[in-house]
């Protein structure tokens, strides 16, 4: 494997793991440490979305880098529940909510999971939410990179099928409720960074597949 590939999966694997963290559960004072102090953006630019979505993190993190940290956290906290916890959640972050074609939590979320179960995979135990949750269908987007770079090649052809079959029927809604709902610039990044990060994998595994 080339130096050039070796990057590409670390920046594949070190995105994805940043996503999984920021929709897996409250942001702890750790990750809200990491992003105000150890994140790195890129210099050229990467695609749109992707560029779009580094400048807004870009933006977050310049404006609260000085703050005290229990106070940012305990701002992204309270927006976390508020998005995606409730008691009244704004957003239901899960694939059979935002298809047409299941009930939410019913039929479509075992097809989740017979995908994870082709492609030799369970969710970790430590994920609370169902296998149709945004953070468990990242997780095992990250499995299959992970792969990938281990040299199975088939797992190009199962991210793309769970592509086709599943995340790309329904992360544009979703990205575009966070944006509506969030009130915080930190989301809407998170969102858009999503939106380009999905978009970024589905076009290498239909390349490779």
């Known amino acids: 494997m080339s130096v050039d590939q070796h990057a590409l999966y670390d920046a594949r694997l070190e995105l994805v793991n940043f996503l999984i963290d920021a929709f ?9 440490e990491t992003v105000l102090q150890d994140l790195e953006f890129p210099e050229d630019s990467v695609s749109e979305e992707l560029d779009q979505g ?10 609260n880098r000085d703050r005290d940290l229990e106070a940012v956290q305990y701002d992204l906290e309270r ?18 909510y935002y298809r047409d074609d299941t009930d939410f939590r019913g039929a479509g979320r075992a097809k989740v999971t017979a995908s994870y179960n082709a492609a030799g995979w369970s969710p970790p135990a430590e994920y609370p939410e169902e296998d149709d949750y945004i953070a468990v269908e990242l997780a095992f987007l990250r499995y299959l990179v992970r792969r990938q770079r281990n040299g199975a090649e088939e797992a190009f052809g199962y991210q793309r099928v769970f592509h086709e079959e599943h995340l790309s029927e329904w992360i544009d809604d979703l990205v575009a409720d966070v944006r509506e709902q969030s009130q915080e610039p930190f989301y809407e990044g998170v969102a858009t960074l999503l939106e380009g990060y999905l978009a970024f994998e589905e076009e290498i595994a239909m390349q490779m597949a």
Do not use: C
């Open 24 to 32: 897996a559960d409250v942001p702890t004072d750790e990750f809200v």
């Open 79 to 96: 927006e976390f529940t508020r998005l995606f916890v409730g008691p009244r959640p704004r957003i239901l972050a899960h694939e059979t």
């Open 54 to 63: 580094f400048d807004l993190l870009e933006q977050f993190v310049a404006a």
